[in-house]
């Protein structure tokens, strides 16, 4: 089941990607670096959940919290995108709420330190951060 979801979310991202790589390879689209950003944190959350949800099932509980985080953060990343993408009216409130919830993320997956998933996924959210905050000023 939790490959099955794993899965999903893989081909959901590869295929959102996949459109906007052919776009702009054909020249039409400029990806904004925070929406490159905030799709590179959805997909490392989305990937350390799956990590979590395997290390859960073999009994290590530490990672309630950073699944909980994780599935949190990619939600608020992949809206983030779209909001940026659109330059949308809301964007300096949803890349503060981004911001927050990629630090937050970033602290939790950091506290596995011997997890390479966790670590790069809190690496992903540190990079993200940065992004929404210089793009909220």
């Given at each position: 089941?939790?490959?099955?979801?794993f899965?999903?979310n893989?081909?959901?991202?590869a295929?959102?990607?996949?459109?906007?790589?052919?776009?702009?390879e054909?020249?039409?689209?400029?990806?904004?670096?925070?929406?490159?950003?905030?799709?590179s944190?959805?997909?490392?959350?989305?990937?350390?959940?799956?990590?979590c949800?395997?290390?859960?099932e073999?009994?290590?509980?530490?990672?309630?919290?950073?699944?909980?985080?994780?599935?949190?953060?990619?939600?608020?990343?992949?809206?983030?995108a779209?909001?940026m993408?659109?330059?949308?009216?809301?964007?300096?409130?949803?890349?503060?709420?981004?911001a927050e919830?990629?630090?937050?993320?970033?602290?939790?997956?950091a506290?596995?330190?011997?997890?390479?998933?966790?670590?790069?996924?809190?690496e992903?959210?540190r990079?993200?951060?940065?992004?929404?905050k210089?793009?909220?000023?």
């Amino acid at each position: 089941m939790i490959r099955r979801i794993f899965l999903l979310n893989c081909l959901a991202a590869a295929t959102a990607l996949a459109g906007v790589s052919q776009l702009a390879e054909a020249g039409e689209l400029k990806i904004d670096p925070c929406v490159a950003a905030c799709q590179s944190c959805e997909s490392a959350c989305s990937a350390c959940v799956t990590a979590c949800l395997e290390e859960l099932e073999s009994g290590k509980t530490d990672r309630v919290e950073c699944i909980r985080l994780c599935q949190d953060c990619a939600d608020i990343c992949g809206v983030c995108a779209k909001v940026m993408s659109r330059n949308g009216p809301l964007k300096s409130v949803i890349a503060t709420a981004c911001a927050e919830a990629c630090n937050e993320c970033s602290a939790a997956c950091a506290k596995h330190a011997n997890d390479p998933v966790c670590q790069a996924c809190a690496e992903k959210c540190r990079a993200c951060a940065n992004m929404c905050k210089a793009h909220r000023e």
